[in-house]
């Protein structure tokens, strides 16, 4: 085997009432949605910053500011794409992602299998490599009170 790297990364976002909500790749029907500069998707950039991290290449503001325009809405799974690119540049490949979401509703677990398939999708990774799971956080704080999700990843990297 060749050299191997972990990476770990975190996002978080305001959830605002009427605003469309996309996680995963997957439109969640919901009365409220992540906001932000994208689409505000916390698990696919808390992948990003899990991949980036790994090959010591910054963050995901370091590489799509919040403050350039070519971002604005732009669907996270196409910075992932980016990110993929980056990481080839520099002779890695994916092992594996694991991930955590902490949102108190809607409930994740029947959108898991469609996150997957867009994630691998866009990584260029078989689906058993890519783990979604889901927690609420006990109706304490501001994921509880529902205004915030947060999100988590793990990933291993490897030479190839
Ligand atoms: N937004 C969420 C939160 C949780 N789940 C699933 O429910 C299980 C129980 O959650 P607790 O926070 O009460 O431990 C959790 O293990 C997940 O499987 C979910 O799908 N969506
Ligand atoms: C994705 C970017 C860029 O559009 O903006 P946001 O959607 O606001 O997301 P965030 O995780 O706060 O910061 C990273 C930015 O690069």
């Not at 867009?118 to 509880?144: P, Q």
Request: with cysteine; glycine share 10%.
């Amino acid at each position: 085997m060749g050299k191997i790297r972990v990476g770990f990364g975190f996002d978080v976002h305001q959830l605002k009432d009427q605003h469309p909500f996309i996680l995963g790749g997957v439109k969640l029907e919901h009365h409220s949605g992540a906001y932000g500069h994208s689409d505000a998707d916390v698990l696919l950039h808390a992948i990003c910053d899990a991949l980036l991290g790994a090959a010591n290449l910054r963050d995901i503001g370091f590489h799509f500011s919040n403050t350039d325009n070519r971002w604005k809405g732009i669907s996270s799974l196409v910075l992932l794409q980016h990110v993929l690119e980056l990481l080839k540049e520099k002779g890695w490949a994916i092992g594996n992602i694991d991930s955590m979401i902490c949102l108190e509703a809607p409930k994740i677990n029947p959108h898991i299998p469609e996150m997957k398939k867009n994630i691998a999708a866009a990584a260029g990774i078989d689906e058993d490599d890519i783990s979604i799971k889901a927690t609420t956080n006990e109706t304490m704080g501001f994921i509880g009170r529902q205004e915030g999700v947060v999100a988590y990843a793990t990933c291993l990297i490897e030479r190839v």
